[in-house]
């Protein structure tokens, strides 16, 4: 797949659930039985450091582009 | 008597409507992101069917009031709780906040390189998108 969509981001798969535990995201699935995560966005500045971050509230929820780049911009555009 | 029956019947109708269209519509407007957060439209007709069937199972008790009615309350229970309840995720769990360092890990991509987060210091941004894949 990422060969023919030449994706320009990373795509990591967490099975060890690393990440997802260390940012406290781990949410265990009652109807299927398996661990996965919030569904998040998580925006780090250079310095290393949490600059704006979103984490659902309801299953079907998933932040709007549009609002995800603004805050992006916030960090890129002097 | 026929009259009360009629109007009674009609309360229920609408209420099973109003129930149908206010739970079904949402998958429909999902796509709208306040729609999908809030289902605010979706919750006020459902709540309104559900109060029309039980004004018309009050009214008259016939074949139609407790049909309609009783299907109208599952869907709108259905919907409702569905929606507010089901599809709700924990909301207590932070173990990261805004202006604190980010965590680090080291994972492997999609070409089977292990990505650090940390080597992304001082080069720019990181974005990271928890993906959760399915509902």
């Not at chain 1, 299927?32 to 299953?59: C, F, Q, Y």
């Not at chain 2, 599809?87 to 089977?112: C, E, K, W, Y």
Request: hydrophobic share 50%.
């Amino acid at each position: 797949m990422y060969k023919k969509n030449e994706l320009p981001f990373d795509v990591l798969c967490d099975v060890r659930l690393e990440a997802i535990n260390a940012y406290g995201l781990k949410h265990h699935e009652p109807f299927h039985n398996l661990d996965v995560s919030l569904p998040a966005n998580i925006l780090i500045d250079r310095e290393g450091r949490i600059a704006w971050m979103h984490v659902a509230t309801m299953v079907q929820d998933r932040m709007d582009p549009a609002e995800v780049l603004k805050q992006v911009n916030k960090l890129v555009i002097p | 008597m026929n009259e009360t029956r009629n109007r009674a019947n009609l309360w229920a109708w609408v209420g099973l409507a109003l129930s149908a269209v206010g739970g079904i519509s949402y998958f429909f407007l999902i796509g709208v992101p306040w729609v999908r957060s809030t289902a605010l439209p979706n919750t006020i007709l459902a709540v309104a069917g559900l109060v029309f069937s039980v004004i018309a199972i009050a009214r008259k008790r016939t074949w139609v009031t407790v049909g309609a009615g009783t299907l109208s309350l599952l869907l709108s229970i259905g919907f409702l709780g569905s929606v507010h309840v089901l599809m709700r995720l924990p909301t207590d769990q932070h173990i990261v906040a805004v202006g604190r360092d980010a965590p680090d890990f080291a994972i492997s991509n999609q070409f089977g390189r292990t990505v650090q987060l940390s080597s992304f210091k001082g080069k720019g941004p990181v974005l990271l998108v928890f993906y959760r894949g399915f509902w």
